[in-house]
């Protein structure tokens, strides 16, 4: 999309007297860097002997968008057929289908109309919203930040993501932790032991102690080592087993990945940005290797299930996965898939979940160790779905020992199920040993245990071994990840309080799957997010701080989930037909012009002065950069 200059050169300087800019019509261009590409493509679509295009791009609202505007840039004639291929993997037997079901590219009208609307809306809220605040704030954040200039740079989604980023550094600045102490006793039953956790309950020498913290903590030290001295001084002895209540706990696969759900796990496991979770899932698609990555979906389309067996069969050829494929097969429990959970055709808009295709596999020697790792989990997380669900043991016991009652859960697996083959028991094993030291979580219960407590009857006296005092803290809101952003943008409509608007985004979000990734990206490009590549923790920067400051003195709806959320719903509903273009056009350069107008009518640099002065404490390294910088004479 062209810049304001190339339509009148008066635009060239940043002025508050020409904006808002919202022109009639809008103007695109080829840039340099693919216009011998460009001609090439051009002189294809527009050849004489050609009378039918297959428009093969991306199976979605951005590769619709691409290919509309190549037709359109290079004066296609009207009278070509143009047929949309839309297919969601790059097999053979794929794209033969897809080309033998070829749509007339009319058909999807309304989702070129809603492509179009989506990058003239990023555009003129760029556009405008950039400029008119650069105008009033610019100079101040560039006086602040000891800088030559400095642009503020406004998106539909980038500034809500930015806002929410800083809101969240906020929140943990202002929290104050609580320090507290608990006591755990020792316990053992027929030869295995196991911890249980003091309550101050109805009878305890502490009930209604001030000194509690709840009523399973002190607040001093002092208070829950006296506490455990006096309990120590008891033994040995034996506990009363007043309560041993045993449940059933099934849990089920996990649903199929989703763009944002593979780009959390990666985060998570590989310390990986969102971006490159993505240029690998590109890469394995491009290699046929699984199915289109850019979707929001979980399942499969019933369509989809009813030929799976063909992706299993692929599969057993893969050594990594291979056997759990073959068994699947064998005991036929693909079979039913399509009555579960798993395939769901409502939930499904372009693309159904990201799974493996099966084939592709001469490609997989190629691959480098980390797109290896990452078609292996998408293959686990697809056959873990044919699996039967993980079911265990938990039981819940109450002990009385002279007044006080001590509790404790024990959860034991009673059948793997899938877990078997989703690789995930291992690490999770590993995070509920450290959480279960730490006093933070349930017994992981052997088969031994769990046979000792299933012949314990209520009454039964159990015996006391010691008791620990273990220190715990309250804890602040954890820092985003690159990759529970995106989970967070793609559900920001939980942020929002209001119940029917949030009912009306939902499965909306902000952004795009396509899209997400590279707004993260390209804020950290911009300065004002930090990404800690070891961990993948995102802070924001001073610049982001103020920057989101700006905005809120001007525009504060930009940062609000409800604002971007709405109109990516709106995008939607264009797209499926049910409000036209040119309404959504006509709110559109509404919104845009009022809003202008209210940022050009008004300055509060004093208060960006201050919001800078409260944030100096934060960070030191820049402040003390600064003043360096001031001492040199004040060159940059």
Request: proline content about 4%.
């Amino acid at each position: 999309m062209s810049y304001p200059e190339v339509y009148d050169a008066r635009y060239q300087k940043w002025s508050l007297d020409t904006l808002p800019f919202l022109p009639e019509e809008f103007r695109y261009e080829v840039i340099p860097e693919v216009k011998k590409q460009f001609e090439i493509v051009k002189r294809l679509l527009t050849r004489e002997d050609v009378d039918t295009i297959y428009i093969c791009t991306d199976s979605g609202r951005e590769g619709e968008y691409i290919y509309r505007l190549v037709d359109q840039m290079a004066g296609v004639p009207a009278e070509k057929i143009r047929k949309r291929v839309w297919i969601d993997s790059q097999t053979e037997e794929e794209i033969r289908r897809g080309v033998a079901e070829a749509k007339d590219w009319s058909a999807y009208r309304n989702l070129a109309a809603a492509a179009y609307l989506r990058a003239k809306e990023d555009y003129l809220m760029g556009i405008n919203f950039s400029r008119v605040l650069t105008l009033r704030y610019g100079a101040a954040l560039a006086s602040f930040l000891q800088q030559r200039y400095t642009v503020v740079s406004v998106g539909r989604v980038m500034t809500c993501v930015l806002g929410m980023v800083v809101r969240r550094e906020n929140e943990i600045r202002v929290f104050r932790k609580t320090v507290f102490y608990r006591i755990f006793g020792q316990f053992e039953l027929s030869g295995q032991r196991f911890f249980g956790e003091w309550r101050a309950e109805k009878g305890s020498a502490y009930e209604g102690f001030p000194g509690l913290y709840k009523n399973n903590g002190f607040l001093k030290k002092e208070d829950a080592e006296a506490f455990r001295q006096n309990l120590t001084a008891a033994l040995p002895g034996t506990a009363t087993l007043l309560k041993n209540e045993k449940k059933k706990e099934v849990k089920r696969p996990p649903l199929l990945y989703n763009l944002a759900e593979l780009q959390n796990d990666c985060a998570r496991r590989f310390k990986i940005s969102p971006d490159q979770t993505l240029k690998v899932a590109q890469e394995l698609y491009e290699k046929k290797l699984v199915t289109y990555p850019r979707t929001d979906a979980r399942v499969l389309s019933s369509a989809v299930a009813k030929e799976i067996q063909k992706n299993l069969s692929g599969l057993t050829r893969v050594q990594a996965v291979g056997g759990f494929a073959q068994e699947v097969l064998s005991n036929g429990s693909y079979k039913g898939i399509a009555k579960t959970r798993y395939t769901d055709d409502k939930q499904i808009t372009d693309h159904y979940a990201l799974i493996p295709t099966g084939q592709g596999l001469g490609a997989l020697p190629g691959l480098t160790p980390l797109s290896a790792q990452i078609y292996e989990m998408i293959a686990r997380r697809f056959l873990a779905v044919f699996y039967p669900p993980a079911v265990y043991e938990k039981r819940s016991l109450e002990l009385l020992f002279g007044r006080e009652h001590f509790f404790a859960g024990i959860r034991s697996l009673v059948e793997e199920g899938w877990l078997k083959v989703s690789g995930e028991k291992k690490q999770k094993d590993k995070e509920e040993k450290e959480k279960e030291e730490e006093g933070e979580a349930e017994n992981s219960g052997t088969a031994a245990l769990a046979a000792a407590l299933a012949a314990a009857k209520k009454g039964a006296a159990v015996e006391v071994k010691g008791f620990d005092l273990r220190e715990g803290e309250t804890s602040p809101p954890k820092r985003y990840t690159s990759g529970s952003m995106i989970l967070a943008m793609e559900n920001a409509g939980q942020l929002i309080e209001d119940e029917e608007l949030r009912s009306q985004i939902k499965g909306s979000g902000i952004g795009t799957s396509a899209t997400r990734a590279e707004i993260l990206k390209k804020l950290v490009n911009n300065k004002y997010l930090a990404l800690n590549g070891k961990t993948q923790i995102i802070t924001p920067t001073q610049l982001g701080e103020l920057i989101v400051e700006a905005v809120n003195l001007s525009m504060p709806p930009l940062l609000r989930p409800e604002l971007t959320a709405s109109w990516e719903k709106g995008l939607t509903m264009v797209q499926q037909g049910e409000i036209s273009e040119a309404d959504y056009m006509a709110k559109l350069r509404d919104f845009v012009a009022r809003r202008t107008g209210l940022a050009a009518g008004q300055s509060a640099s004093y208060k960006l002065r201050e919001a800078f002065e409260a944030s100096r404490q934060y960070y030191p390294a820049v402040t003390e950069k600064r003043r360096a910088v001031r001492r040199k004479g004040g060159s940059k």
